[in-house]
């Protein structure tokens, strides 16, 4: 039988996307909206798949609202970004349309639908399909043969790696079944390979959920069996649209023209290697779009080094186009108007999207040209050595002064045939990491997996802790380093899950309750609380007795440690309102910190504060405090809280119904944590620093209620002792330090001017040393000890002297500092050698660099073991090069 040519409709990406929608609808599913590309789940950093928001459904975490749902969820993954660009199909932004079951069809009626879809709505000819299975999934095989109609050559068995589908490293999982696309029928059925992408594309994919791994990888049965389907919007569209690659769909390519138009370029005339740029960027720009609108923003860490890396990676590939300056921002422009009917946040959040892409893209810019001409003399350097690597501490330098992501220089010495020493990097990193791990929030993913394992055999734990500080509980789990077990002993630190708790598990910023656990003979020391979808994990330690699965215990929670925590959660949110209020109303939270000793407060801002406004700021929050505001808390519905006013926290995920937090004519939010009652009860707030954390972001860090006391015994003790130790008053402190520091500069300003003379009377003494060259003299030499600014006086006055010459002069100034001048005659300039060009080539070999002007430069370096042979190639090299 003749194969049909091509599919007989075609269709725009969005009535792809709404047609799918629409056919899963009416068969019972309930259209849900696309979640943030910001996940619940903390073993993933983005939001990689369709079904990761109803992850806790699949695992009997969270019961579902309804039994069949369908969604268009945006997704991210970067872990094949190399190919992006280069293939027809690989991207990072990408949507997922995605029907699920939760306990209702299972395979007959997915595999029937999906081919009804397939076949009958967007009429892919059905001789074109080819279906693959998991090798040991004969159910499935048998519906696509028997009730299908498959002929049973057209249904490929495939290996785990192909058809065995997980969500991440633990979680629920299970056998697909994928539907392929053939554009090359005419190549006969004879040697059918599915992993052959020219002739192939994966399209649909059925996932029979029907396991949860945990993170050893054991598999048990879940207790009821789902279905969680995924369809490529971009690839159906390719398919539909007949085009050669999923960029040139409408989906995308609108941004790629956008992009050519800057570059004055046609993208149909443009090379290979063009069209390569032109497709990074518009993929690229359309996962940036929808990552700031979801409340990311860039920075060194998490998931805002993804969207640093991403934006990094379009201006590099604008440049490599001709694209010279900022230019993110119009393209932006073209991918918000392409998603702001479905996305509605993308429109909404225009003017912080391109606010954040113009702010990262320049600061990018200042430091990209002088980065690009140091990676091009190092791969030049390193292309002809034995290696053909390029060093970890060359990467650092790219990385930490250039704003070079590692796998951009990865990916540019890939380009010229050379690799990256990606462990010397990590090791020149480790400080930055270090700093960034313990300001970053951690969940232990052991202890999860382990309840991933349990969630369908054990209650969930019911919070008691708004309204109690003490419950008489029933212990449901024990785990000891991440895996369950039935008791734990005196002396054993574990984790406890209760079937009830009055312990607050830390969320929305909040620390968890401490506390203790306790009965006959037993008593436990709780020292941290996290929750893990709806279990609470009490974090402890036995000082006394044993403990059971099973066991009655009687949980009490600290209360002056819960009042503290209380006075700064509500402290936290007077000192949003205020900003709002004197600062800009458009400050929305961007994070926070509520310990029992401090508080801090993370807000969208282009600016830093003055010190009047910080001020103005915190006496406005004392100022409600001292008024007594009396606070009222009530849940209703998501939609009645926002209309009265009530603020969230972009990127949040909200219930149906939510918790209001409102202190009339203050502050009102949607809030899960605990609160005073009455604004009072915090008695003070201190303000205790106003920073930058990221582009964009300022935090404030305070204490409030006892913690201020505390806060000012401190200072008043510091002050007490510099009183004692200047002789002056409290209040004649400040003009004591004054006249102190102009004392010190002016003693400094007399030091350099005798080290100056020093170094000059040092230097004079090299005249003898010069050595002649031809015409010219040329003195190489260290100075002990001498400054940078001295050093450069010497050796102006040394080629002052020595007439027609060259004087390259070095010293350590302190350890681990290098300083290097050179001074060159006009004569040697005519010889084309340029004292900028030249010290800086020296300054390299102390790992360091620096330039300046023909006739007189500078420069540094961080290796002083190096100097000596530093001198002696500058020495040898001028010996050489001058006639």
């Known amino acids: 039988m003749a194969k049909s040519p091509t599919p007989s409709t075609t269709m725009t990406g969005a009535e792809i996307r709404q047609t799918f929608l629409e056919f899963y609808a009416a068969r019972g599913h309930a259209i849900k909206p696309s979640a943030s590309l910001v996940p619940e789940d903390p073993t993933v950093l983005l939001t990689i798949a369709g079904m990761l928001p109803f992850k806790p459904i699949f695992l009997g975490q969270r019961p579902a609202d309804v039994d069949r749902a369908t969604t268009s969820q945006k997704c991210i993954r970067t872990n094949d970004i190399e190919n992006v ?9 990408f949507e997922m349309l995605g029907n699920f079951s939760f306990g209702d069809y299972f395979k007959e009626q997915a595999i ?3 081919w009804e879809l397939s076949t009958e709505v967007f009429k892919l000819p059905a001789d074109r399909l080819i279906v693959s299975v998991f090798r040991e999934d004969d159910d499935a095989f048998a519906i696509w043969r028997d009730q299908i109609g498959i002929p049973a050559y057209r249904i490929q068995r495939m290996d785990e790696a192909d058809n065995f589908w997980t969500s991440g490293p633990t979680g629920p999982c299970g056998p697909c079944s994928e539907i392929y696309y053939d554009f090359h029928p005419e190549l006969g059925d004879d040697k059918i390979d599915l992993e052959d992408d020219s002739r192939f594309i994966e399209f649909y994919n059925l996932v029979f959920m029907q396991y949860n791994r945990d993170a050893e990888g054991n598999l048990t049965p879940l207790q009821n069996q789902n279905i969680d389907t995924g369809l490529g919007l971009e690839r159906m569209a390719q398919i539909l649209q007949q085009v050669p690659n999923n960029y040139e769909t409408d989906l995308i390519f609108p941004i790629i023209e956008a992009t050519a138009g800057l570059a004055s370029l046609d993208y149909g005339k443009s090379d290979e290697k063009t069209k390569v740029s032109l497709k990074v960027i518009g993929d690229h ?16 860490v998490g998931r805002g080094y993804i969207l ?8 590099r590939h604008g440049r490599l186009i001709g694209i010279e300056g900022a230019f993110i921002s119009k393209v932006a422009e073209s991918a918000i108007q392409l998603a702001e009917k479905p996305f509605p946040n993308t429109r909404q959040r225009e003017t912080v999207i391109k606010a954040e892409l113009d702010r990262e893209e320049s600061r990018f810019l200042e430091t990209l040209e002088r980065g690009e001409k140091l990676l091009a003399d190092i791969l030049k350097r390193e292309s002809g050595s034995k290696t053909q690597q390029i060093s970890g501490t060359d990467a650092f330098v790219l990385y930490d002064t250039y704003g070079f992501p590692l796998e951009l220089t990865q990916e540019i010495a890939e380009e010229q045939g050379l690799t990256v020493d990606a462990a010397g990097f990590e090791t020149a990193m480790e400080e930055q990491r270090q700093r960034s791990k313990d300001a970053h929030e951690t969940i232990d993913l052991t202890v999860q997996g382990s309840l991933d394992s349990l969630a369908e055999h054990i209650h969930s734990t019911e919070f008691l802790g708004y309204k109690d500080t003490t419950s008489a509980s029933k212990v449901e789990a024990l785990l000891v380093g991440g895996k369950s077990v039935d008791r734990i002993e005196a002396g054993q630190e574990g984790q406890v899950v209760l079937n009830q708790t009055p312990f607050y598990a830390e969320s929305g910023g909040q620390v968890g309750d401490r506390g203790y656990l306790s009965g006959d003979d037993l008593l436990i020391r709780v020292h941290d609380v996290k929750k893990d979808g709806d279990f609470f994990v009490h974090f402890g330690r036995v000082e006394r007795g044993a403990l059971a699965v099973g066991d009655q215990v009687t949980a009490q929670i600290d209360r002056a440690c819960r009042r503290r925590a209380q006075a700064n959660h509500t402290a936290t949110h007077l000192l949003q309102a205020a900003l709002k209020k004197l600062v800009d109303p458009d400050i929305s939270q961007a994070g926070s910190l509520v310990a029992f000793d401090r508080l801090r407060f993370d ?5 830093a504060l003055t010190a009047d406004e910080v001020q103005q700021v915190e006496e406005q929050v004392n100022s409600w405090i001292a008024e007594g505001h009396q606070g009222e808390i009530t849940v209703m519905a998501l939609e009645e809280a926002k209309a009265k006013g009530a603020i969230a926290m972009f990127g949040e995920k909200y219930s149906a119904e939510v918790r209001v937090i409102d202190f009339p004519g203050v502050s009102m939010e949607l809030c899960g944590g605990t609160h005073v009652s009455n604004t009072a009860e915090i008695g003070l707030f201190k303000i205790i ?12 860090e305070a204490v409030a209620g006892p913690a201020v006391l505390e806060y000012l015994n401190v200072r008043d003790a510091v002050v007490r002792d510099l009183s004692d130790r200047f002789k002056a008053k409290p209040e004649e402190l400040s003009d004591r330090v004054t006249t102190l520091q102009t004392d010190l500069k002016t003693a400094q300003k007399e030091l350099e001017a005798l080290k100056s003379e020093m170094a000059v009377l040092k230097s004079d003494q090299l005249l003898d040393s010069a050595e002649a060259v031809g015409s010219l003299k040329v003195i190489v030499a260290e100075l002990e000890g001498v400054s940078a600014e001295a050093l450069k006086t010497a050796a102006e006055r040394l080629l002052q002297k020595l007439g027609a010459g060259a004087v390259v002069l070095g010293s350590v100034p302190e350890p681990e500092k290098v300083s290097l001048v050179a001074a060159f005659s006009p004569e040697v300039i005519e010889q084309k050698l340029q004292a900028g060009k030249f010290i800086g080539g020296i300054a390299k070999l102390t790992g360091g660099g620096g330039g300046g002007r023909p006739n007189l430069a500078q420069a540094g370096g961080r290796d002083a073991s190096k100097l000596p042979e530093a001198l002696a190639s500058a020495k040898a090299q001028l010996l050489e090069t001058l006639v």
Request: one cysteine or more; hydrophobic letters at 45%.
């Open 85 to 93: 660009g280069r293939t027809a199909r690989h991207h990072t932004f």
């Open 112 to 114: 029937a639908w999906a």
């Open 285 to 300: 720009v359309r996962a940036v779009v929808h990552m700031i609108a979801d409340g990311i923003t860039a920075s060194n």
């Open 308 to 315: 640093r890396r991403l934006i990094r990676r379009v201006v």
């Open 603 to 607: 807000f969208n801002c282009p600016r």
């Open 689 to 700: 620093s106003e920073a930058g954390v990221a582009s964009g972001t300022r935090r404030i």
